[in-house]
């Protein structure tokens, strides 16, 4: 595309860009200063301020005085102008190079008249007239190219095409065939030549019972195989089983081999379905109704017999254990236990006299007639009543129920429950728990006497408890070290007192209120007559309880004072108590460390909930 140029093009930009924008506008009616570029072509342009800042751009096109650009040109980088910047079009390197490439780029050939000239010269192009006459055509569109000296001789019928396919190229005068790749054909190497030629002959067709060997002779892999496998031995059977994957649980599918004695002594296989119709047909089950009689006659020194329902067993010498992993109900006729003989359960209840209705998660529990059971569960022993455990806690039948259990801590508790419908859902009270803490009832305490204990035989005064109108309840309490009394509690009918024995009480609480005899003095530092102490750093807002107080370096304090001043405060809260949002604070400095501050008092309240500033009213 042509570079274009005119003389003394220059205007002013017409509004601020950034460095990103690619149109602009100048001054109105300077544009057609500039080139036009209705017919194709584009310039350049420059931008600079007074500060000495240059942008060249590529003008691609322009309508009256606005242009669109391609920014940033000629080794300049594209930056924000402003209004009134300048706009010219200056000679640049851009523009030279541009100017280059289309005179070198594009020349023009002049045709000239040959007319009968003995020697022509048409762009340093010799042309020089043959003796008789020739004819050079070149079609149109067609370059003739000629890279060095070239002739053609000999007696020429027509034109001569030759094909480059398959690898073949012509460059120059050189014909030549690529050495072939993966993709590409061409030329066998060197090195494909000795590879093709140490290829391994073809293989001859064997059966499919055969294999290629290692000589690359045909064999037969089953003799072969066999040949070579060793000998197997018991050792390496055991083996073999040894480290097998384990089965827990077998399945009627699932075979067992064993040898054959009246076979041969040759290896059958036998299912584990086989071994369970095998046994049943030998054996009653425990539990079943079978009637059949045992096979074996005598088990461990003791006689199984079948009975209707269940076994018996008898026999036996010396002590004997009976294990089962089930609920097991004995009859009121088998005892659970006797002289020399013992019953151990894995797992499951223990039932005398009636079927367990506890869950077989429980720790062998022995469920009893008459609403007894007897367990334990989680390190813990449960002797209960009209209650059982499978899942939750349940009636046994419709009565109240009662719960005692020994904790694994060395502490037992005592439970109750109302009355409630047979298997349902228990809600325990506790009324006892004991543990090494002490002993700790819920309810009321009764006792059937009153009793007393003292150390002075003089005093009738001691400890009692009596139980009037069903409440329990000490009527006097002296404390002491066990020879003297050293304080002494008690009551009339009117007022209860502390004080020393034989001695007026120095604190008596009646209806009317509390009456205190000499000083009453707090742990918090409230003594009667003096304030309570708010310690360092109190929020002053949160003191809204009626009171004297005093204190250091509180917050929310008047602006006035140092954060380490001591200061007194007086609360007085609105008569409907603390926490109505009505409080009236006075404070005084106390100790200061600016002097002339010592005594301020400042005066503030609470509205509403809501804090007023404080207040200077005076010097005290």
Partial sequence: MAVLYSNNASSLLLASINNTDTTFSVSSGTGSLFPSTAGGGHYYLTFSDLNGNVEIVLVTTKSS?????TRAQDGTSARSWTLGDRIELRLCKAMLDDIKTDVVGSPTMTSPVLGNATATTINKLTLTQPATGSTLTIADGVTL???ANASVSSTNTGDVSIATANGLSISGQALSLAVATNSVPGALSAADHTTFAAKEPAITTGTTAQYLRGDKS???????????APAETTTTLGALINSATAKTTPVAADMFALMDSAGSNVVKRLSWANIVTMNDARYAQVA???????AVSTVNGLTPTALTTGFSIAGGTTSKTLTVDTTVALSALSPIAGPGSSQAFATGAIAVGSASTFANTLS?????????????????????????????????ATAAATKLYLTAAGGMALDIATSGAANGTISWSNVLTASSTGLAVTGVLTATSTGATSNNSSSAEALYLKTTGGAAYFAHVHLGDGATWDTFIGSNNSYTGIGAPNAPDICKVSSTGLAVTGTMT????????????????????????SGFYDGSAASNAPAGIQSADYYYLQVQAYSAGTGAGFVLQTLVVLDSAVTATNGDMYVRVQNGGTWLAWKKVTKV
């Fill in 218 to 228: 045909l064999s037969n892999f089953a003799a072969d195989a066999l040949a070579a």
């Fill in 65 to 69: 005085d606005t242009f669109t650009v």
């Fill in 288 to 294: 079943g109704s079978s009637s059949q009689a045992f």
């Fill in 522 to 545: 707090a742990t918090t530092g409230l003594q009667y007559g003096k304030g309570l102490s708010l310690g360092n750093a109190y929020n002053l807002n949160t003191a809204t309880t």
């Fill in 145 to 147: 190219t000629a890279s």
């Fill in 364 to 396: 062998t529990p022995l469920d009893m007639q008459n609403g007894v059971g007897l367990f334990g569960y989680n390190n813990q022993t449960f002797l209960t009543q009209n209650a059982y455990y499978n899942s939750n806690w349940l009636y046994k």
